[in-house]
């Protein structure tokens, strides 16, 4: 019998089960925690010494404490104590103190290149002959501004 969900570990309810609130509060606060996550910091070993019910923290590979070998996971503060959660491959977290995005990808959590970034200016085409190769040049330099700010692949 299959006791939590595939992607995000959440507690599932179990026929014949006892105490069903635990378990259905238990996938309450990791949905809290889960959808549209934000942290307060990314990268800080320790655990804080006073943290408020609802902060969560993206736990580093040097991790100390409560969060020793907990490498990648978030760290969600409530009232029974600590919850660890694990996001999948592809998600994406706001850092509170760095203002920027956090995507999860097979080699563990990265800043996304392009956030907190303004967008570089891109001249419209103008003047020109030919406006076959005026267009071309246009599209060509779209595209390595685009390439440089990570929006798009090599």
């Known amino acids: 019998m299959v006791e939590r969900t595939a992607r995000l570990g959440l507690p599932l309810l179990v026929a014949g089960q006892g105490q069903k609130d635990v378990t259905h509060n238990e996938a309450l606060l990791a949905l809290d925690a ?70 999860r990808s097979v080699a563990g959590w990265e800043a996304d290149r392009w956030t907190g970034e303004v967008a570089p200016a891109v001249s419209p085409p103008s003047g020109g002959s030919v406006i076959d190769v005026e267009a071309r040049d246009a599209i060509g330099g779209l595209i390595a501004r685009l390439r440089a700010a990570g929006l798009l692949g090599s």
């Open 34 to 103: 889960l959808l549209a996550p934000v942290v307060e910091a990314a990268w800080q070993a320790a655990p804080p010494a006073d943290p408020a019910a609802g902060q969560t923290w993206l736990i580093p590979s040097n991790a100390e404490g409560e969060w020793a070998g907990k490498d990648g996971q978030l760290a969600s503060w409530t009232a029974g104590g600590w919850r660890y959660l694990n996001l999948p491959e592809g998600a994406v977290l706001f850092d509170r103190m760095e203002g920027r995005t956090m995507r």
